[in-house]
């Protein structure tokens, strides 16, 4: 079992910038593909990015490539996404999960997950 603890959200003005941040506990997370999906009020739950556990590759949704990066401090079992330049359509509740494998972007592909961190973007 992994437990993963989301934290960083908030509301920013749209062109702002949020870190957020997962805390990983019970297994170490250099063993893990890991992700970030977010999910806006009615609307399904999407990818955002994905890094891969032995190469560092990291994957991206189209809408946030070059606005977002996803990286991790395996020292500190934690996960962080940096995200720039955000646009009110980056509303949404962020989920750090444990992905199954990369390059798969459904939401269906996720061992466990976070409970997730609120950003609010305002134009």
């Known amino acids: 079992q992994v437990q993963l603890v989301e934290s960083g959200g908030g509301s920013v003005q749209a062109g702002g910038s949020l870190r957020l941040s997962c805390a990983a506990s019970g297994r170490t997370i250099s063993m893990y593909i890991m992700g970030w999906f977010r999910q806006a009020p009615g609307k399904e739950r999407e990818f955002v990015a994905a890094?891969?556990?032995?190469?560092?590759?990291?994957s991206y949704a189209g809408s946030v490539k070059g606005r977002c990066t996803i990286s991790r401090d395996n020292a500190k079992n934690t996960v962080y996404l940096q995200m720039n330049s955000l646009k009110p359509e980056d509303t949404a509740v962020y989920y750090c999960a444990v992905v199954k494998s990369f390059g798969t972007t459904s939401a269906q592909n996720v061992d466990f997950w976070g409970q997730g961190t609120q950003v609010t973007v305002s134009s």
């Open positions: 890094l891969s556990h032995f190469n560092s590759v990291t």
